[in-house]
């Protein structure tokens, strides 16, 4: 089993809506979580961060821990073109190593 | 001033060649990284390093050596490459204490 599990999609949604991105990971105890968004040919660049259950919002980005279910997501309102990228998942564990998802590949359609 | 940087951004080689990619940060953290990212966009970690210490090396080939000569540079050298091998390897660093990773630009390497 992998440290952090995403679905690899790709996702795609009109331009305006919600995209919403889902993440599960294996270590219970884990402590701190962070989506990274990738452009193509690009490196990583940290977009949320979020170490407490509920809901971190930050501009159009919603981050939501659950730490009983293990689950993180991302939800991005009024979805733009720029938001087109992949998204990764990443889970500070117990050992504080960083393990990334697989990445979401999101494409808003104009 | 690029923060963490790698050197070459594209090597195309044959099989079984010897490689070295370079990593410099001059962000004085003290924890680097090697990270593999493959075809399908895992992101994989290779190596840590905390104060030119290896902390991690997760079930990397022994192919795969890195080095580490002071807490500014993590260097990766790879012997009798494989087709396998083809990816995108990213370095980066973070300052212990700290949860952001910065990332390299990453260095395409391809093995024909």
């Known amino acids: 089993q992998k440290e952090v599990e995403q679905n690899s999609g790709p996702l795609s949604v009109p331009e305006g809506a919600i995209a919403s991105l889902n993440c599960t990971y294996s270590?219970?105890?884990?402590?701190?979580f962070f989506w990274y968004r990738q452009y193509s040919g690009k490196s990583p660049e940290l977009i949320m961060s979020?170490?407490?259950?509920g809901d971190k919002e930050d501009g159009r980005f919603t981050a939501q821990l659950n730490k009983a279910s293990q689950y993180v997501s991302l939800l991005i309102r009024d979805s733009q073109p720029s938001d087109s990228a992949t998204y990764l998942c990443?889970?500070?564990?117990?050992?504080?190593?960083?393990?990334f998802g697989t990445g979401t590949s999101l494409t808003v359609i104009p | 001033d690029t923060a963490v940087s790698q050197t070459p951004k594209y090597l195309v080689t044959q099989m079984g060649n010897d490689k070295s990619i370079k990593c410099e940060q001059n962000?004085?953290?003290?924890?680097m990284y090697w990270y593999k990212q493959d075809s399908k966009k895992f992101l994989k970690i290779m190596f840590s390093y905390n104060n030119k210490e290896l902390i991690i090396n997760e079930t990397v080939p022994n192919r795969f050596s890195p080095k580490s000569p002071d807490k500014a540079h993590l260097n990766l050298h790879i012997n009798s490459l494989e087709l396998g091998d083809s990816a995108v390897y990213f370095c980066?660093?973070?300052?212990?204490?700290?949860?952001?990773?910065?990332f390299g630009e990453g260095s395409w390497l391809t093995v024909v």
């Open positions: 980066a660093s973070r300052q212990q204490g700290a949860n952001t990773i910065y």
């Open positions: 979020i170490y407490s259950n």
């Open positions: 270590d219970r105890g884990s402590q701190s």
């Open positions: 990443a889970v500070q564990n117990t050992g504080n190593q960083f393990y």
């Open positions: 962000l004085g953290h003290d924890t």
